[in-house]
């Protein structure tokens, strides 16, 4: 097992060539009634604080045991590379808390004929488990001690797809299932989702592992935690290629390409795209120039595998042609009379001979490799149309349906776009052994008898499966398979102008499919329209160009700039506009030619034109290609004299990619994560850089603001303390001068909206209640639900007092009784500019409502009062109705509930219009 897991691809070992990544610890929030689950993004600050190594993977920080783990990371982060890495720790008693450790492939499910148990599944169908000799004593101790079984779900593209396995199931199949896990009776997909629902293995841990794409309510809801893998850091990306290229002088060329190129840099941060960068500097001097897209990125790529490819035939093809010397007979080579003429004439004829052979061999050669070019060539187009297939169907592994040529799976094996997952078989013990093993312990064959007898139809199924699931073919890279998948899309003659932008839904507007978008297909739309835009003669290896094809090339190309100058960029949604500056950024950056290079910076340019002044990212995990892809398409904008606002909040972003966009002359204000705008101060303030800190400080805007998360409580109040103390650290004086007025976002906040809901909302209350007397020109304050209570409401009277510019304050459903309005009352007089309260659907009753209507007259501002749904009754109705005589300027009182008599409160109604039902 140790061995196996060594390998990662051809050329690359576990040891030598990996670099130890961390996972975040992500974060749940509930939404809605049914306390549906999502994903938090985390700031990078934040997302420092979570990190783990592999040894805290399996236990959370009160040091007990996960027993349901989701691993999420995007293509080619590692997710594949951890489990491996996972399995030698085990191998070597790093993880002591497991005895069995089993990988579970998704693509077992093409096994689909009932004729698997749980102990086939585990013991002959999982990923790299050795022959086990004595299966029955294996299983019996994995069912004995379920609780020490580690299963690994690998190779799911999509939450989805265990969406789907948790379905509930038949009834009568589950009670099966339990009663007798050792029948060969069942599918692999109803093993799959007996376990991954308790049925099967209760006790066992869980690590399953996706993508972060797809709704999954059902499955956030029952796992205990979820875990991310983490890209790569600068120092992560030199330790690779320090592993990578053994050779001093090439290890110092990558870097320095890395450094001129700031694209292929960040790139690296992907580790399954920082292992294509290498490959493709390892070659930089028979490519060229270095790629300055991924489109280019990936054409290379696939160039140096065509490449080897054809050596690698060359080779075989050499070894099979004739010898020269292998044809030659020695009766020839004589000794008579005459020696000297006979040499002459036998050097002669020889010469004669090696020559006519060395044509024959050279016109064999190059008929052989035109020939293997126009294959070369099908073989391409078939590809680049299975690719599509499969990124349509959001899947890696290749539609069983088609009928496959023995010539094209070889190719598409030896250029290693494609690879090969055998799916195990249960080992059939020849007769031999087993009347050997019968005549030494009768007993036990008597007992082999009887279980043959009933379990015999499942394993006579199962040892004679279909030859045709033998294997799976699966693409090897998804970056590959994206870009091939575009190929077809922009290059091939099949696909007509309608489903080539059918294929492209980030072009098609805000009307168009809402359906979120897996990586792949992004990664497609990208490749596609780049595409369209490349040198047609840097294509000519992957298609053959006719003249119906480049038009259909043409003709595709203007579609595309048609869609793209009719797009009303104001009405997209930040993912769909963030696609579209990756599509303009591959299109413009790419090696064109001619009227292609211009019309794609024409494209740019009307682009920046039209872009919204408010560009809102929130809620789009930016990584840092997608930072690099903004900040061109911003400075493109900065370059037409255009100026942006920019809302970065929930993207995730890192602090380095922050720096890079906030020092843009042409960005006015932006909006990101608080504890990451802090450290970018300190960092600047730590460099010196006093002309970056001032735009990084005077660009910050924060109105309007939601605090959603208990860290956010957390951040404002430490934003609050430099604005107060006017500093960033007291040991640093740099900044004085620039925070010398304090800060200006916090000057300018007007409006703070607590949301932590009744759960969490007291956890964030007490660190509210200190940081507010800091806000002094808020003027609307929402503490909507947050369950405040009438102890938290005499730490807000305090409060309030510090707030003189506050104009509205809603205190709606926070469990208030008598004794918080006791507690308000005096604080609530106390502001002069209070024009609207709001005290819905608390627990006020007469008591409280007549300590409110004392102080009514006194509240000379207020205009709106609501009191709707609490549980004051006629005589405290009366109350507000009675001092509401004495309030000229409040305008509306609402205070209906099912408490207050009908005809009270009609009479009520009648005596001043200004109370009202709702």
Same mark, same amino acid.
């Given at each position: 097992? @140790? ?32 306390? @549906? ?11 420092? $604080? ?115 396995? &948790? ?14 896990? $050792? ?153 008579? &009379? ?46 680049? !149309? ?9 899947? !890696? ?98 696909? !007509? ?239 004085? !001068? &620039? ?61 309030? &007092? ?117």
């Amino acid at each position: 097992m @140790n061995r196996t897991c060594l390998c990662i691809e051809e050329g690359l070992s576990l040891t030598c060539h990996c670099v130890d990544v961390p996972v975040s610890q992500r974060e749940m929030l509930c939404s809605g009634k049914n306390t @549906n689950k999502e994903l938090r993004i985390m700031g990078d600050t934040d997302r420092q $604080k979570t990190l783990l190594e592999r040894s805290q993977i399996f236990r959370d920080i009160h040091g007990h045991n996960k027993r349901y783990i989701l691993l999420l990371g995007n293509a080619g982060m590692g997710k594949t590379t951890l489990i491996k890495k996972l399995f030698l720790d085990w191998s070597t008693d790093c993880i002591p808390q497991f005895d069995f450790v089993f990988v579970l492939d998704k693509k077992a499910l093409f096994l689909t004929r009932p004729c698997y148990s749980l102990q086939t599944l585990l013991l002959n169908l999982s990923s790299f488990v050795p022959p086990c000799l004595d299966p029955d004593a294996v299983y019996a101790q994995i069912l004995a001690a379920s609780k020490r079984v580690l299963l690994i779900f690998d190779g799911f593209e999509e939450l989805r797809d265990y969406e789907i396995l &948790i379905q509930t199931q038949d009834r009568d199949l589950m009670t099966s299932l339990q009663k007798d896990s $050792k029948a060969g009776m069942f599918t692999v997909r109803q093993l799959y989702s007996a376990i991954l629902q308790r049925a099967l293995l209760p006790d066992c841990t869980l690590l399953l592992t996706s993508r972060p794409r797809g709704a999954a309510s059902q499955l956030l809801r029952r796992v205990n935690s979820i875990l991310e893998v983490c890209g790569f850091s600068t120092s992560d990306i030199e330790t690779y290629l320090s592993r990578y290229f053994t050779d001093p002088v090439l290890r110092a060329s990558a870097l320095d390409c890395l450094k001129n190129s700031s694209y292929l840099h960040l790139l690296c941060w992907n580790p399954g795209l920082c292992r294509l960068v290498c490959m493709v500097l390892e070659h930089s001097k028979t490519l060229g120039a270095p790629p300055r897209t991924l489109t280019e990125l990936c054409h290379q790529v696939l160039c140096l595998k065509l490449e080897k490819s054809k050596m690698e035939t060359q080779v075989q093809t050499q070894t099979s042609l004739p010898s020269v010397k292998g044809n030659q007979s020695l009766s020839n080579i004589q000794t008579q &009379i005459r020696p000297d003429a006979r040499r002459r004439r036998q050097r002669a004829r020889k010469n004669q001979t090696k020559e006519k052979n060395e044509m024959e061999q050279e016109e064999r050669r190059s008929v052989g490799q035109e020939a293997c070019g126009v294959e070369e060539k099908n073989f391409m187009d078939q590809l680049s !149309s299975l690719a599509w297939e499969t990124v349509k169907a959001n899947s !890696s592994i290749l539609p069983t349906g088609h009928t496959l040529s023995a010539k094209f799976k070889d190719f598409a094996l030896r250029t290693r776009l494609i690879c090969s997952h055998p799916l195990r078989k249960e080992p059939v013990v020849p007769k031999a052994k087993e009347e050997e093993a019968g005549r030494d312990n009768p007993d036990k064959k008597a007992g082999d008898e009887n279980q043959n007898k009933k379990g015999i139809r499942g394993r006579k199924a199962f040892e004679n499966v279909n030859p045709s699931d033998d294997c799976v073919l699966f693409w090897a890279n998804p970056f590959l398979q994206s870009y091939l998948a575009g190929v077809h899309l922009s290059l091939s003659r099949n696909v !007509s102008e309608r489903h080539f932008l059918q294929a492209l839904p980030a072009l098609s507007g805000p009307k168009g499919r809402r359906r979120h978008q897996i990586e792949e297909q992004g990664l497609t739309q990208r490749f596609a329209v780049s595409l369209l835009f490349h040198n047609r003669t840097l294509l000519q290896r992957l298609l053959s160009f006719t003249k119906t094809s480049f038009k259909n090339t043409v003709s595709k190309q203007t579609l595309v700039a048609k869609q793209l100058q009719g797009l009303l960029y104001g009405d997209l949604s930040p993912a769909q506009i963030l696609e579209v500056c990756h599509c303009m950024h591959e299109a413009s950056t790419t090696y064109g030619e001619g009227n292609r290079g211009s019309c794609s910076a024409q494209l740019v340019s009307h682009m920046v034109e039209n872009l919204p002044a408010f560009l809102s990212f929130c809620g789009i995990p930016l990584r840092p290609p997608d930072v690099f892809t903004v900040k061109y398409i911003l400075e493109k904008g900065g370059a037409q004299g255009r100026g942006f606002r920019l809302d970065l909040e929930d993207t995730g972003i890192q602090v380095s990619g922050l720096r890079s966009v906030v020092g843009l002359n042409n960005i006015k204000t932006y909006r990101a994560c608080v504890a990451d705008v802090i450290a970018l101060w300190e960092q600047l303030e730590e460099s010196g850089e006093e002309e970056l800190l001032q735009q990084a400080v005077s660009r910050l805007e924060l109105y309007p603001l939601k605090i959603t998360q208990v860290c956010h409580v957390e951040h404002l109040a430490k934003l609050v303390d430099i604005h107060v103390h006017k500093r960033l650290s007291d040991s640093c004086t740099q900044s004085d !001068s &620039i925070l010398a007025e304090g800060v200006p976002a916090i000057r300018e906040l007007r409006k703070l909206e607590f949301e932590l809901g009744p759960d969490r909302g007291p956890l964030g209350l007490p660190r509210l209640w200190e940081l507010l007397p800091g806000l002094m020109n808020l003027q609307h304050l929402d503490l909507e639900n947050n369950k405040i209570g009438d102890g938290g409401s005499e730490m807000l009277a305090n409060t309030l &007092i510090t707030l003189p510019s506050l104009e509205i304050l809603n205190l709606s459903q926070n469990c208030i009784g008598d004794r918080g309005v006791k507690n308000l009352a005096p604080a609530l007089k106390s502001l002069p500019k209070l024009h609207s309260l709001s005290l819905y659907s608390n627990m006020i009753s007469d008591e409280g409502a007549e300590k409110l209507a004392s102080v009514l007259p006194l509240m000379a501002s207020l205009t709106d009062l609501d009191v709707k749904y609490n549980k004051l009754t006629d005589v405290g109705a009366i109350s507000l109705g009675a001092s509401l005589r004495n309030c000229r300027n409040i305008k509306t009182l609402r205070m209906w509930n099912q408490c207050i008599p009908y005809g009270v409160f009609e009479r009520l109604k009648q005596q001043d219009s200004r109370i009202l039902w709702h």
